[in-house]
């Protein structure tokens, strides 16, 4: 198996499809996505402050990144388990890749999993906030790099 540094952003979330294939129902498709939020690095109790907090967000979710050798590093934390969960998937996407391939990105491996269809709308929202700020540091870096 690839290391996700080394996978496209379609290759992993491919990969991300292919493991939710696996489970028959919703019940055992969310167990998985807490479980996914449990191994996410906790973020450190300095970064949780106001201007890292996801806007739209019904939980609180706080978003970092880090811009090293052209690619960008996510790192986030929630006090919501599945939310967790939700901002992990996106991170494994999303993170070690080059901003330009970051807003480029057509995630739609949200939509396969079947994961706008069974979240609640405040949740849904909230996972559209999230995948905003990572583009929006994507450009904000992009255009650091490109002057």
């Known amino acids: 198996m690839l290391l996700a540094s080394k996978m496209t952003i379609n290759e992993i979330q491919n990969q991300i499809i292919d493991e939710f294939s696996l489970f028959e129902d919703w019940t055992d498709k969310y167990e998985y996505i807490i479980e996914l939020g449990k191994k996410l690095q906790p973020l450190d109790e300095a970064h949780k402050i106001e201007e890292n907090k996801i806007k739209g967000c019904q939980s609180n979710v706080w978003l970092i990144s880090v811009l090293e050798d052209n690619k ?8 919501a388990v599945i939310v967790k969960g939700l901002v992990s998937m996106l991170i494994r996407v999303l993170s070690g890749k080059e901003p330009e391939a970051i807003v480029e990105a057509d995630l739609y491996f949200i939509d396969k999993i079947g994961m706008t269809q069974h979240l609640a709308q405040t949740r849904s929202n909230g996972l559209l906030s999230m995948l905003k700020q990572m583009k929006f540091y994507a450009i904000a870096y992009q255009a650091k790099l490109t002057k």
């Not at 960008?72 to 006090?79: E, H, K, L, N, V």
């Open 72 to 79: 960008i590093s996510f790192y986030a934390d929630s006090d």
